[in-house]
């Protein structure tokens, strides 16, 4: 990157978001930190602008109907010129789908879906022209995932929408998806289950995350998978054949 833009990281206070705003304060990026903890936002802006880059924390809850719109009102009004788009912000349901509570759903569905979608759309008109657009996708989105239907298939879509803009917006707007495998974060307690068996051997950390995107944005790749292990998962996933692919993500997904 020719000069240290400004980037704009959703769901900054905690997990992958945090280190995404530690890792691109640590290459002198100013940062834009959302989500909706403000005493969080505040120590971790501190934490960074002591490093010499302008941190700003906007405390916001990101799962209403208009909050994509508010918070480009909020980054205009707070007269912030925004770089780089971090779309990381994104939550978990977990369990049968027949058991699921519609709510829950609703506020993923917003948040991991229409909240990205919005943002990047907002915001393009201000990036075309050398900004780039950094989306959290998974590994989970590449397979069905029964016990986590509708997480992973909330992150089918952002793999496959990141994907396709990316290609559309090429020489213009450079677009990377990262797509980390499991990661020990606050989300597994959000969703209200713990680590898989599976999950627990190949789980990275959110720095090593953080640093495999910071990296792969920088090189102008499309798609980043963090970790050589979930290479390997990730290239098992195409190659087996599908009802397999669904079995084994069933038992990996039951026992946590
Ligand atoms: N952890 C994994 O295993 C894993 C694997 C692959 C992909 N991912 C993806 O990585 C991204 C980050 O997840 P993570 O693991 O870092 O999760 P996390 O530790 O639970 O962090 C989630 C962040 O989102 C914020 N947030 C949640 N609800 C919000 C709301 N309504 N409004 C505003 N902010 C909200 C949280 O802050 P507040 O509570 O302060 O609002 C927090 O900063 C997600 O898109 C997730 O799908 C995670």
């Not at 208009?66 to 010129?81: F, H, K, N, P, W």
């Not at 559309?168 to 898989?196: H, I, K, N, W, Y």
Request: aromatic share 6%; proline share 5%.
């Amino acid at each position: 990157m020719s000069r240290p833009g400004t980037a704009l990281v959703t769901g900054a206070s905690a997990g992958i978001g945090a280190a995404l705003a530690r890792e691109f304060a640590a290459h002198g990026h100013d940062v834009v930190l959302v989500a909706r903890r403000e005493e969080r936002l505040r120590a971790l802006a501190d934490e960074l602008e002591t490093g010499g880059v302008t941190a700003t924390p906007i405390a916001m809850d990101l799962d209403t109907a208009t909050a994509a719109m508010d918070l480009y009102d909020e980054v205009a009004a707070r007269g912030l010129d925004i770089d780089i788009l971090v779309n990381n912000v994104g939550v978990g349901t977990y369990g049968p789908f027949a058991d699921s509570d519609l709510d829950a759903e609703r506020t993923q569905l917003r948040l991991n879906v229409v909240l990205p979608v919005e943002l990047t759309r907002l915001f393009l008109d201000e990036l075309t022209g050398g900004g780039r657009v950094l989306n959290v996708g998974s590994v989970a989105g590449f397979q069905p995932g029964p016990g986590l239907s509708t997480y992973y298939a909330s992150k089918a879509y952002v793999n496959s929408f990141t994907e396709a803009i990316a290609e559309e917006l090429r020489g213009d707007v450079a677009v990377t998806l990262v797509c980390p495998g499991p990661v020990d974060t606050e989300f597994q307690g959000r969703a209200g289950m713990g680590d898989s068996a599976v999950g627990a051997v190949l789980s990275t950390t959110p720095d090593a995350v953080a640093e495999a995107a910071y990296e792969g944005l920088v090189a102008g790749e499309t798609v980043v998978v963090p970790s050589r292990a979930m290479r390997a998962v990730d290239l098992l996933g195409r190659i087996a054949p599908r009802p397999v692919v669904r079995r084994v993500a069933a038992w990996v997904n039951s026992d946590r």
